[in-house]
Protein backbone atom coordinates (compact mmCIF):
# COMPACT_ATOMS: atom_id res chain seq x y z
CA UNK A 1 0.00 0.00 0.00
CA UNK A 2 1.31 3.42 -0.69
CA UNK A 3 2.28 5.67 2.07
CA UNK A 4 0.26 8.85 2.41
CA UNK A 5 2.64 12.05 0.89
CA UNK A 6 4.45 13.79 3.77
CA UNK A 7 2.39 17.18 3.08
CA UNK A 8 -1.15 15.96 3.03
CA UNK A 9 0.19 14.17 6.22
CA UNK A 10 0.35 17.38 7.80
CA UNK A 11 -2.05 19.01 6.69
CA UNK A 12 -4.27 16.07 8.09
CA UNK A 13 -1.60 16.65 11.58
CA UNK A 14 -3.14 20.50 11.47
CA UNK A 15 -6.27 19.79 11.04
CA UNK A 16 -6.15 17.18 14.12
CA UNK A 17 -4.43 19.39 16.18
CA UNK A 18 -7.32 21.64 16.51
CA UNK A 19 -9.58 19.39 17.69
CA UNK A 20 -12.34 19.67 14.91
CA UNK A 21 -15.65 18.62 16.60
CA UNK A 22 -15.43 20.85 19.49
CA UNK A 23 -14.70 23.63 16.94
CA UNK A 24 -17.51 22.44 14.95
CA UNK A 25 -19.67 22.74 18.29
CA UNK A 26 -18.61 26.02 18.89
CA UNK A 27 -19.02 27.38 15.47
CA UNK A 28 -22.29 25.98 14.32
CA UNK A 29 -23.69 26.92 18.41
CA UNK A 30 -22.20 30.25 18.08
CA UNK A 31 -23.84 30.64 14.24
CA UNK A 32 -27.16 29.81 16.01
CA UNK A 33 -26.92 32.14 18.77
CA UNK A 34 -25.78 34.89 16.52
CA UNK A 35 -28.95 34.48 14.42
CA UNK A 36 -31.12 34.44 17.47
CA UNK A 37 -29.56 37.44 19.04
CA UNK A 38 -30.11 39.71 15.78
CA UNK A 39 -33.70 38.81 15.92
CA UNK A 40 -33.79 39.26 12.17
CA UNK A 41 -31.99 37.79 9.46
CA UNK A 42 -27.88 39.82 10.05
CA UNK A 43 -26.35 41.03 7.25
CA UNK A 44 -23.72 38.31 4.83
CA UNK A 45 -20.85 40.50 5.82
CA UNK A 46 -21.57 40.70 9.84
CA UNK A 47 -22.51 36.92 10.34
CA UNK A 48 -19.49 36.13 8.12
CA UNK A 49 -17.21 38.32 10.42
CA UNK A 50 -18.60 37.15 13.32
CA UNK A 51 -18.36 33.31 12.25
CA UNK A 52 -14.39 34.01 11.34
CA UNK A 53 -14.26 35.43 14.59
CA UNK A 54 -15.10 32.18 16.39
CA UNK A 55 -13.22 30.35 14.27
CA UNK A 56 -10.26 31.57 14.61
CA UNK A 57 -10.33 31.87 18.23
CA UNK A 58 -11.23 28.42 18.45
CA UNK A 59 -8.36 26.90 16.13
CA UNK A 60 -5.44 29.16 18.04
CA UNK A 61 -6.90 27.63 21.36
CA UNK A 62 -7.33 24.17 20.01
CA UNK A 63 -3.95 23.99 18.06
CA UNK A 64 -2.32 25.58 21.11
CA UNK A 65 -3.70 22.96 23.70
CA UNK A 66 -2.20 20.48 21.49
CA UNK A 67 1.59 22.38 21.50
CA UNK A 68 1.49 22.60 25.32
CA UNK A 69 0.20 18.73 25.81
CA UNK A 70 3.25 17.32 23.12
CA UNK A 71 4.98 16.01 25.53
CA UNK A 72 2.79 14.73 28.30
CA UNK A 73 1.14 13.63 25.18
CA UNK A 74 4.48 11.67 24.10
CA UNK A 75 4.04 9.48 27.17
CA UNK A 76 0.18 8.80 27.75
CA UNK A 77 -1.56 9.56 23.92
CA UNK A 78 1.46 8.85 21.76
CA UNK A 79 -1.43 8.53 18.58
CA UNK A 80 -2.02 12.35 18.77
CA UNK A 81 -0.64 14.47 15.85
CA UNK A 82 2.87 16.19 17.11
CA UNK A 83 4.08 12.90 18.83
CA UNK A 84 2.83 10.70 16.37
CA UNK A 85 5.40 12.60 13.97
CA UNK A 86 2.02 13.41 11.66
CA UNK A 87 3.22 17.47 12.45
CA UNK A 88 5.83 19.37 13.99
CA UNK A 89 5.52 21.45 16.91
CA UNK A 90 6.11 24.11 14.95
CA UNK A 91 3.96 23.98 12.07
CA UNK A 92 1.04 23.27 15.22
CA UNK A 93 2.49 26.64 17.16
CA UNK A 94 2.81 28.77 13.81
CA UNK A 95 -0.91 27.69 13.26
CA UNK A 96 -2.04 28.94 16.16
CA UNK A 97 -0.39 32.55 16.22
CA UNK A 98 -1.30 32.77 12.33
CA UNK A 99 -4.97 32.01 13.75
CA UNK A 100 -4.29 34.57 16.45
CA UNK A 101 -3.21 36.96 14.36
CA UNK A 102 -6.42 36.90 12.02
CA UNK A 103 -8.61 36.38 15.15
CA UNK A 104 -7.72 40.26 15.95
CA UNK A 105 -8.21 41.42 12.25
CA UNK A 106 -11.53 40.35 12.46
CA UNK A 107 -12.54 40.85 15.45
CA UNK A 108 -11.40 44.72 15.68
CA UNK A 109 -13.49 45.19 12.98
CA UNK A 110 -16.76 45.06 15.26
CA UNK A 111 -15.02 48.15 17.77
CA UNK A 112 -13.38 48.41 20.98
CA UNK A 113 -15.42 46.85 23.49
CA UNK A 114 -16.50 43.33 21.68
CA UNK A 115 -12.95 43.38 20.64
CA UNK A 116 -12.33 43.46 24.50
CA UNK A 117 -15.46 41.15 25.35
CA UNK A 118 -13.98 38.37 22.82
CA UNK A 119 -10.00 38.74 23.39
CA UNK A 120 -10.74 38.17 27.30
CA UNK A 121 -13.16 35.00 26.20
CA UNK A 122 -10.29 33.96 23.74
CA UNK A 123 -7.64 34.76 26.43
CA UNK A 124 -9.55 32.45 28.95
CA UNK A 125 -9.70 29.12 26.28
CA UNK A 126 -5.09 30.38 26.42
CA UNK A 127 -4.71 30.36 30.15
CA UNK A 128 -6.54 27.14 30.18
CA UNK A 129 -4.26 25.67 27.70
CA UNK A 130 -1.16 27.22 29.71
CA UNK A 131 -1.65 26.46 32.87
CA UNK A 132 -5.36 25.56 33.98
CA UNK A 133 -5.89 22.98 32.58
CA UNK A 134 -3.80 20.27 35.05
CA UNK A 135 -5.36 22.21 38.27
CA UNK A 136 -8.82 22.33 39.79
CA UNK A 137 -9.19 25.65 38.24
CA UNK A 138 -9.81 23.82 35.18
CA UNK A 139 -13.26 24.98 34.45
CA UNK A 140 -12.52 28.76 35.78
CA UNK A 141 -11.35 28.67 32.20
CA UNK A 142 -14.32 27.31 30.38
CA UNK A 143 -16.25 29.69 32.05
CA UNK A 144 -14.64 32.76 31.37
CA UNK A 145 -14.35 31.50 27.31
CA UNK A 146 -17.47 30.91 26.76
CA UNK A 147 -20.22 33.23 29.10
CA UNK A 148 -17.29 35.82 27.39
CA UNK A 149 -18.35 34.58 23.83
CA UNK A 150 -22.43 34.57 24.65
CA UNK A 151 -21.54 38.49 25.64
CA UNK A 152 -20.12 39.39 22.73
CA UNK A 153 -22.68 37.86 20.61
CA UNK A 154 -24.76 39.73 22.78
CA UNK A 155 -23.39 42.82 22.19
CA UNK A 156 -22.69 42.22 18.45
CA UNK A 157 -27.00 42.54 18.83
CA UNK A 158 -26.55 45.77 20.76
CA UNK A 159 -28.39 43.67 23.58
CA UNK A 160 -26.04 42.78 26.20
CA UNK A 161 -28.31 43.95 29.33
CA UNK A 162 -29.15 43.05 32.68
CA UNK A 163 -31.20 40.16 31.61
CA UNK A 164 -28.40 38.26 30.36
CA UNK A 165 -27.18 37.64 34.20
CA UNK A 166 -29.99 35.39 34.73
CA UNK A 167 -28.97 33.35 32.41
CA UNK A 168 -25.71 32.97 33.78
CA UNK A 169 -26.12 29.93 36.46
CA UNK A 170 -27.62 27.86 32.72
CA UNK A 171 -24.52 28.93 31.28
CA UNK A 172 -22.58 27.54 34.12
CA UNK A 173 -24.09 24.37 34.73
CA UNK A 174 -24.01 23.75 30.83
CA UNK A 175 -19.98 24.29 31.10
CA UNK A 176 -19.88 21.58 33.94
CA UNK A 177 -21.63 19.41 31.68
CA UNK A 178 -19.88 19.72 28.75
CA UNK A 179 -16.07 20.32 30.63
CA UNK A 180 -16.53 16.86 32.20
CA UNK A 181 -17.97 15.45 29.08
CA UNK A 182 -15.05 16.53 26.88
CA UNK A 183 -12.47 15.00 30.02
CA UNK A 184 -14.49 12.15 31.28
CA UNK A 185 -12.53 9.54 28.82
CA UNK A 186 -8.67 10.92 29.47
CA UNK A 187 -9.44 10.91 33.48
CA UNK A 188 -6.97 7.86 34.01
CA UNK A 189 -4.43 9.79 31.55
CA UNK A 190 -4.56 12.75 33.26
CA UNK A 191 -4.05 11.32 36.81
CA UNK A 192 -1.29 9.62 35.06
CA UNK A 193 0.23 12.52 34.65
CA UNK A 194 -0.89 14.19 38.02
CA UNK A 195 -3.34 16.37 37.23
CA UNK A 196 -5.90 17.64 39.39
CA UNK A 197 -8.84 18.57 37.22
CA UNK A 198 -12.64 17.84 38.63
CA UNK A 199 -12.73 14.71 36.55
CA UNK A 200 -9.34 13.09 37.47
CA UNK A 201 -10.31 14.09 41.28
CA UNK A 202 -13.99 12.21 40.75
CA UNK A 203 -13.12 9.26 38.95
CA UNK A 204 -15.60 7.95 36.04
CA UNK A 205 -18.36 7.05 38.51
CA UNK A 206 -18.35 10.43 40.04
CA UNK A 207 -17.85 12.22 36.69
CA UNK A 208 -20.54 10.79 34.96
CA UNK A 209 -22.75 11.29 37.85
CA UNK A 210 -21.40 15.22 38.04
CA UNK A 211 -22.44 15.45 34.15
CA UNK A 212 -26.02 14.08 34.60
CA UNK A 213 -26.65 16.75 37.83
CA UNK A 214 -25.34 19.63 35.83
CA UNK A 215 -27.29 18.47 32.36
CA UNK A 216 -30.35 18.05 34.43
CA UNK A 217 -30.38 21.50 36.07
CA UNK A 218 -29.68 23.38 32.92
CA UNK A 219 -32.49 21.52 31.34
CA UNK A 220 -34.82 22.28 34.33
CA UNK A 221 -34.22 25.63 34.46
CA UNK A 222 -34.51 25.68 30.43
CA UNK A 223 -37.90 24.20 31.05
CA UNK A 224 -38.96 26.23 33.83
CA UNK A 225 -37.65 29.52 31.72
CA UNK A 226 -39.17 28.79 28.86
CA UNK A 227 -43.00 28.33 30.53
CA UNK A 228 -42.16 31.50 32.66
CA UNK A 229 -41.92 33.47 29.33
CA UNK A 230 -44.36 31.38 27.36
CA UNK A 231 -41.90 30.58 24.47
CA UNK A 232 -42.84 27.69 22.68
CA UNK A 233 -39.72 27.54 20.64
CA UNK A 234 -37.40 28.03 24.11
CA UNK A 235 -39.59 24.98 25.20
CA UNK A 236 -39.19 22.69 22.27
CA UNK A 237 -35.28 23.42 22.32
CA UNK A 238 -35.35 22.69 26.25
CA UNK A 239 -37.36 19.46 25.08
CA UNK A 240 -35.23 18.15 22.55
CA UNK A 241 -32.32 18.46 24.85
CA UNK A 242 -33.88 16.77 27.95
CA UNK A 243 -33.94 13.53 25.01
CA UNK A 244 -30.56 14.11 24.21
CA UNK A 245 -29.03 14.54 27.29
CA UNK A 246 -30.72 11.37 28.21
CA UNK A 247 -30.27 9.45 25.32
CA UNK A 248 -26.44 10.37 25.74
CA UNK A 249 -26.11 9.78 29.61
CA UNK A 250 -28.19 6.29 29.44
CA UNK A 251 -25.62 5.03 26.64
CA UNK A 252 -23.19 5.43 29.53
CA UNK A 253 -24.33 3.51 32.89
CA UNK A 254 -22.26 0.61 32.07
CA UNK A 255 -19.21 2.29 30.50
CA UNK A 256 -17.04 3.61 33.74
CA UNK A 257 -14.50 1.35 32.31
CA UNK A 258 -15.34 1.16 28.70
CA UNK A 259 -12.93 3.82 27.37
CA UNK A 260 -14.41 3.91 23.67
CA UNK A 261 -17.98 4.31 24.75
CA UNK A 262 -16.87 7.00 27.26
CA UNK A 263 -15.61 8.74 24.17
CA UNK A 264 -18.44 8.79 22.27
CA UNK A 265 -20.38 11.14 25.33
CA UNK A 266 -19.13 14.35 24.28
CA UNK A 267 -20.09 13.67 20.52
CA UNK A 268 -23.61 12.43 21.67
CA UNK A 269 -24.56 15.46 24.56
CA UNK A 270 -23.12 18.43 22.56
CA UNK A 271 -26.11 18.72 20.53
CA UNK A 272 -28.27 18.28 23.34
CA UNK A 273 -25.97 21.61 24.85
CA UNK A 274 -26.37 23.81 21.82
CA UNK A 275 -29.68 23.09 22.12
CA UNK A 276 -30.04 24.68 25.70
CA UNK A 277 -27.84 27.63 25.11
CA UNK A 278 -30.64 28.00 21.96
CA UNK A 279 -33.07 28.06 24.37
CA UNK A 280 -31.35 30.48 26.91
CA UNK A 281 -31.01 33.30 24.20
CA UNK A 282 -34.78 32.88 23.52
CA UNK A 283 -35.54 33.11 27.17
CA UNK A 284 -33.48 36.11 27.04
CA UNK A 285 -35.09 37.34 23.69
CA UNK A 286 -38.27 37.26 25.77
CA UNK A 287 -37.72 38.99 28.65
CA UNK A 288 -36.18 42.31 26.67
CA UNK A 289 -38.77 42.64 23.79
Known amino acids: MRETPAPIRAVVGLGRSVHPFPVLVVVATSTLLLLIAQRHAPGAGL ?5 LVVFFSQVAIGSLNDFVDRDSDATVQPYKPIPSGQVSD ?20 FGAVPLALISAATAAGIAYDVALKPTPFAIVGYFGGF ?3 G ?10 TIWYV ?19 PDLEHDRALGHRGLAALLGPRHTLLAIGAA ?5 AAGISGALFVRSGAALAASLAAALMGAGAIGTQRAAA ?10 YLIAPGIACLAAASFLIEASLTD
Open 90 to 109: RAVLSLCIASLGAFLVMAAS
Open 147 to 149: LGL
Open 166 to 184: PLLPVGAALLVAAYLAQTY
Open 257 to 266: RELARRRRLF
Open 151 to 160: AWILRLADRL
Open 215 to 219: YLSAT
Open 47 to 51: LTRAV
